[in-house]
Nanobody, 122 residues
């Protein structure tokens, strides 16, 4: 059974940092991504990484502040979030798929975690 379990969310002041983790079990995927969603809005892409070639891709608003990485041995994907802003507040979801390039489309990902709340106070 495939499972993606996120952790690391919480409450942080603007300018602070958090590191999200996504532990995958049941299968190894080639492409992992983080998305986020706030109530009343569509889920939006944040960052993606491809296991095989280490390609990464970020939405413009997080470039230079967020870093996606992975631990092959542990099958864990991380999202290091620095210089957090109020507008980063959302539920963050980990997603896994099989593409060979990091794609920002939720439809390309087959499995999803349950989400972890990130709240940034201004």
């Amino acid at each position: 059974q495939v499972q993606l379990v996120e952790s690391g969310g919480g409450l942080v002041q603007a300018g602070g940092s958090l590191r999200l983790s996504c532990a995958a079990s049941g299968r190894t995927f080639n492409n992992y991504a983080w998305f986020r969603q706030v109530p009343g809005k569509e889920r939006e892409f944040v960052a993606a990484i491809v296991w095989s070639n280490r390609l990464t891709y970020y939405r413009d608003s997080v470039k230079g502040r967020f870093t996606i990485s992975r631990d092959n041995a542990k099958n864990i994907v991380y999202l290091q979030m620095n210089s957090l802003k109020f507008e980063d507040t959302a539920v963050y979801y980990c997603a896994a798929g099989s593409t060979n390039v990091p794609v920002p489309l939720s439809s390309k990902y087959e499995y999803w975690g349950q989400g972890t709340q990130v709240t940034v106070s201004s």
